[in-house]
């Protein structure tokens, strides 16, 4: 075991020989000559000599007034402490500190890669769109592990999406412009496989597609795949100009490190996307449709989904135009139990089951009763309200036929400024073994509305207190300020009041539908569909 400098700093200069010394000392005067060094400091530093002037290293050479100073000698590291023997001057003690050294450069490269690989992390999960995760990964990958880097994703064509960020740090989209077997080892890590060591790649190999444009020649070439879950996604190419050192094998693994986070980014990117797509694709097929003319009578409809949901929810209204087996236009209204999407998928399975039903419309009982059998025989506990109204155009005049089944009945919207209720009720649907209901005949005059409804408007609680409900009578009153006026107005005049009432509170599923008879014949009633122009 060595001893410490501490122990020779109070002694003779004469004691500092290679025999007593551990360490190399030299003595240097206040005017920068040596004065002494023993057998170990003339091993190290060749170049003194007692008399002359210390020239190297200089840090040493430069170190007069300090109490501590280090740096390199070739290629090891030294600290240098002072004491002052008593003949004058500084001796400075040399201690080998190398592998401290070492240990301490290796500690700062793994603190800066563990805070890059937290900031890439970071973000990286910022986002779940899969081209701004290429474009995190490309830039993140340029700055501190290449001089360029390209992204690579996989596809179902033969074009594969890609993202380049090129030496001065701009990006670019594009599609892989040739086969990717053309680089060596692009192939495989597209498919997963390890990645092939950059000393195997011969970077003059690389095709011109790859090279960003005025990057100049390639010195060095790494391809790593970026992993993803159950499946690979994609794969990242790193390039380096041929004055930079080729890739080592600690930067490569940071390579894989890096790539392990933005490969999981991508996927869990392309997984939302596609999950994305098909809550869309049936979302579109959960929301009510779109109402227009239907043989010239005017259908109009609203649906707001509740607070507490997105987008899909209990309401529906469906309807259906005339067909082979069915004279007249069916509309369809209707309230689930619930809220939310397990409650849309039973609007949806309603509505598929009703219009599997729709040549026995022309008997509103049998229908509500194959339909209570249905939902009594399947997996679910949830019931529904349902208005249905069968409608036909009969000169200027619109005749309905209307059955409500355990749903509030539908208001009659007279030209006069009066408003009534349809005489109709029946049970719930999917709760009895039986079903009854009693339908009303209602003729509808030009400019006459019936207006159908949820109890999404009525229930509404709101007002000055938040907590009145919006009640009948007050849809009551709505529905009479807005005689005559087209069915899409009325509608988004009741939507609007109920949405002023309710303000920023809580409420349920609210859907509304109004049938019109329009004021006028339609001229262009051929198809019964186009707007064109109306009589007086």
Same mark, same amino acid.
């Given at each position: 075991m060595t001893s410490s400098p501490a122990r020779h700093r109070t002694g003779a200069?004469? %004691?500092? +020989?290679?025999?007593?010394?551990?360490?190399? !000392?030299?003595?240097?005067?206040?005017?920068?000559?040596?004065?002494?060094?023993?057998?170990?400091? +003339?091993?190290? =530093?060749?170049?003194?000599?007692?008399?002359? $002037?210390l020239r190297s290293p200089s840090w040493l050479a430069t170190a007069a007034g300090k109490t501590a100073v280090s740096g390199a000698v070739g290629d090891r590291f030294f600290s240098a402490h002072p004491s002052v023997p008593p003949a004058g001057g500084v001796a400075w003690w040399l201690v080998d500190e190398t592998e401290h050294q070492s240990l301490l450069l290796e500690l700062e490269a793994e603190r800066e890669r563990t805070q890059f690989l937290n900031q890439a992390s970071?973000?990286?999960?910022? +986002? #779940?769109? =899969?081209?701004?995760?290429?474009e995190v990964t490309a830039r993140l990958a340029t700055a501190h592990l290449a001089d360029a880097a390209l992204v690579i994703a996989p596809s179902a064509t033969s074009k594969l999406p890609m993202v380049v960020c090129d030496q001065r740090g701009r990006l670019s989209h594009g599609t892989v412009a040739g086969p990717p077997d053309t680089v060596p080892g692009l192939t495989e890590a597209?498919? &997963?496989?390890?990645?092939?060591?950059?000393?195997? /790649?011969?970077?003059?190999?690389?095709?011109?597609? =790859?090279?960003?444009? &005025?990057?100049?020649?390639?010195?060095?070439?790494? /391809?790593?795949?970026?992993? &993803?879950?159950?499946?690979?996604?994609? %794969?990242?190419? =790193?390039? $380096?100009?041929?004055?930079k050192v080729a890739f080592t094998e600690g930067e490569e693994v940071m390579a894989r490190l890096f790539a392990a986070r933005a490969g999981a980014a991508m996927s869990a990117a392309r997984l939302y996307a596609e999950q994305n797509t098909i809550s869309d694709t049936l979302m579109r097929e959960l929301l009510p449709p779109t109402l227009r003319q239907v043989e010239g009578v005017e259908f109009a409809g609203a649906y707001r989904p509740s607070k507490d949901t997105e987008r899909v929810g209990g309401d529906f209204y469906d309807v259906h135009p005339p067909g082979d087996d069915f004279p007249e236009t069916l509309a369809v209204l209707g309230d689930v139990a619930g809220k939310g999407l397990e409650a849309a998928v039973l609007t949806g399975?309603?509505?598929?089951?009703?219009?599997? @039903?729709?040549?026995?419309?022309?008997?509103?009982? $049998?229908?509500?009763?194959?339909?209570?059998?249905?939902?009594?025989?399947?997996?679910?506990?949830?019931?529904?309200?349902?208005? #249905?109204?069968?409608?036909?155009?009969?000169?200027?005049?619109?005749?309905?036929?209307?059955?409500?089944?355990?749903?509030?009945?539908?208001? /009659?919207?007279? +030209?006069?400024?009066?408003?009534?209720?349809?005489?109709?009720?029946?049970?719930? /649907?999917?709760? #009895?073994?039986? !079903?009854?209901?009693?339908?009303?005949? !209602?003729?509808?005059?030009?400019?006459?509305?019936? @207006?159908?409804?949820?109890?999404? !408007?009525?229930?509404a609680k709101g007002g000055p207190l938040g907590d009145t409900m919006f009640g009948e009578q007050r849809l009551r009153r709505a529905a009479a300020e807005c005689v005559g006026m087209p069915a899409a107005a009325i509608v988004e005049r009741i939507q609007m009041i109920t949405a002023q009432w309710l303000g920023a509170g809580r409420h349920d599923d609210i859907a509304v539908m109004a049938i019109s008879a329009p004021r006028g014949s339609h001229l262009s009633a051929v198809d019964g569909t186009t707007r064109g122009r109306y009589t007086a």
């Open positions: 200069v004469s %004691a500092m +020989s290679a025999a007593t010394a551990p360490y190399p !000392v030299v003595v240097i005067a206040a005017d920068g000559h040596v004065v002494e060094l023993n057998d170990a400091a +003339s091993v190290l =530093l060749p170049a003194a000599r007692p008399g002359r $002037r970071t973000a990286l999960s910022a +986002s #779940l769109n =899969l081209d701004r995760c290429m597209l498919r &997963g496989f390890p990645p092939v060591p950059s000393q195997w /790649i011969d970077p003059a190999a690389a095709p011109r597609w =790859l090279v960003p444009e &005025g990057f100049g020649e390639v010195g060095s070439l790494a /391809i790593t795949p970026l992993p &993803g879950h159950g499946v690979p996604a994609g %794969a990242l190419i =790193l390039l $380096r100009r041929v004055r399975k309603i509505r598929n089951t009703l219009h599997a @039903l729709l040549p026995m419309a022309d008997d509103h009982t $049998r229908m509500l009763r194959l339909l209570n059998n249905a939902m009594r025989t399947s997996h679910h506990t949830r019931f529904a309200t349902l208005v #249905l109204a069968s409608v036909r155009r009969e000169e200027r005049d619109v005749l309905l036929r209307v059955t409500a089944a355990g749903h509030p009945a539908p208001l /009659i919207m007279r +030209s006069d400024g009066t408003v009534e209720e349809a005489d109709t009720n029946g049970t719930l /649907i999917g709760v #009895l073994p039986a !079903v009854t209901a009693r339908t009303a005949h !209602v003729r509808l005059a030009p400019g006459e509305t019936c @207006l159908l409804f949820t109890d999404g !408007v009525t229930e």
